[in-house]
């Protein structure tokens, strides 16, 4: 018997946008209904059932979180994605604490990561409810930064954090991505630099137009600049067609130029004039063409370091950082460390199907005393490596952590980084009274009881799910 195909039902009065998601979905084996407006889809929704449903916000007569609201009462195991290009953050916010939609994407939209939110959302359509209660990633829209907000996680643009510095330097890209002045991105491996500069790029007035990044380390100087400028056939050894460079390319979007200070010398200076000008000359022309783009730079070395090791020149730097960012390394984020580790851990035990299981206190305090050298990227990759080594019916241990991260605890005395007055109870000791009682002492805060019982906010979360006390967070 051939297996029916997963139907997604799509929603949005711009038919350009319908048709540029159904190409895009089309690459999966679909059932796809496209609708103008909500009032139309309704009555569809009413005949027969859909796997999920992704709807615009905006459009003429409901809203689609209010469409959404209609469409639990008829179809409640129907996953529910919301995308919008316009900010109505208050109603999407709610929409998410009522649990009216599952996700919420920014348009416009990168259409592998649709793919990968959508594959997703109809696994866990496929799950039981008590799974997917449990295999459940944390989300939430692109919102406007509250600096004075606790210490959930803010999710901008795939950014995830709580840490005071990142959102300060969150703040500065939504307050100056519109402008087009040069903007530099420094940090250390892995802390996310090109995930930033994409950032700046979807906030900015070019959201709708290419992002094309380069990362221009162990590239000789030919091949560099033919990449940037590009070249006409016979331009040097080798050029055997013409090649469109990169600032063609990216014209009027973004050009990422990453590990910036690794451009030889030779060719900064050509780079300068470029960008002085506007103008460049494919290799192997004589007649410059103009070119309209906005420049992001970043590197694992400051510009300021780079010039007095005299790597990087000097008036280039000031041409390159006009708006600097710095994005601090891991080990500096205490707020994100157990959060993050929650969050990629549960992202990697959704993708392999697995319930997400208790973690032992002792790995929360492996994880926050590791200095994490390669930041964001190697706890994704920790993440990934537990979850291998896990299986569904015992809790998380020091002996599913990865090799390096032990081989440094083991090489220093354990630093205890929780509060005297943490409850001894543990996750799986925890009965519904102990929960109840922690529930009225803290009014129901969720991180007053994480610390209490020296746990995090996930697992009381998923206590809380178990016991049906979440309504009373």
């Known amino acids: 018997m051939t297996k029916a195909k997963q139907s997604i039902l799509i929603i949005d009065d711009d038919d350009y946008v319908l048709k540029s998601l159904t190409r895009v979905l089309r690459k999966g084996d679909y059932s796809i209904s496209c609708y103008h407006d909500s009032d139309e889809a309704l009555p569809q929704c009413r005949l027969r059932e859909f796997d999920l449903v992704l709807s615009d916000q905006r459009m003429p007569g409901k809203l689609g979180t209010e469409f959404f609201s209609q469409l639990m009462q008829i179809q409640p195991n129907t996953r529910r994605i919301l995308i919008s290009g316009y900010t109505d953050f208050s109603k999407v916010t709610d929409a998410f604490n009522e649990g009216i939609i599952h996700k919420f994407m920014v348009k416009p939209w990168d259409n592998d990561a649709l793919r990968l939110l959508i594959d997703e959302q109809l696994f866990l359509r496929s799950q039981p409810p008590d799974r997917v209660a449990k295999v459940q990633l944390s989300s939430a829209p692109q919102l406007e930064v509250d600096l004075g907000s606790d210490d959930t996680l803010i999710d901008f643009h795939g950014i995830l954090t709580s840490d005071e510095a990142m959102l300060q330097q969150i703040s500065i890209i939504q307050r100056t991505s519109n402008s087009d002045v040069p903007f530099f991105i420094n940090g250390e491996t892995g802390t996310g630099k090109e995930m930033f500069a994409k950032a700046i790029h979807l906030e900015s007035d070019r959201s709708g137009e290419s992002f094309v990044a380069l990362n221009c380390a162990n590239l000789t100087e030919t091949l560099l600049e033919s990449q940037l400028f590009g070249h006409v056939k016979g331009a040097f050894t080798g050029a055997q067609e013409d090649q469109i460079g990169l600032l063609a390319e990216s014209d009027k979007g973004t050009l990422f130029l990453d590990e910036v200070v690794e451009i030889p010398l030779s060719l900064q200076a050509k780079l300068l004039r470029v960008l002085q000008e506007r103008e460049f000359t494919p290799l192997g022309k004589t007649k410059p063409q103009p070119f309209d783009v906005k420049i992001i730079s970043a590197a694992s070395t400051s510009l300021e370091k780079a010039v007095e090791l005299g790597r990087f020149r000097e008036d280039l730097r000031y041409r390159l950082e006009v708006m600097p960012i710095f994005l601090p390394p891991l080990r500096a984020r205490k707020k994100d460390v157990r959060e993050l580790f929650d ?25 926050e005393n590791y200095g994490w050298p390669g930041n964001v990227r190697e706890m994704a990759n920790a993440c990934a490596y537990v979850a291998a080594l896990s299986s569904t019916s015992e809790a998380i241990t020091t002996v599913n952590l990865p090799p390096a991260l032990l081989a440094e605890q083991q090489s220093k005395p354990l630093q205890q980084s929780f509060s005297a007055e943490y409850s001894p109870i543990t996750s799986r000791d925890m ?30 979360w998923r206590k809380m799910k178990q016991f049906g006390l979440q ?3």
């Open 343 to 367: 969050y990629f851990l549960c992202q990697q035990f959704t993708r392999h199907g697995l319930d997400f299981v208790d973690v032992d206190l002792e790995v929360y305090r492996c994880v």
């Open 431 to 460: 009965s519904r009274d102990d929960l109840e009682k922690a529930i009225q002492k803290f009014s129901g805060h969720r991180d007053s009881m994480a610390k209490h019982f020296g746990i995090s906010r996930m697992t009381v």
């Open 471 to 473: 309504g009373r967070a």
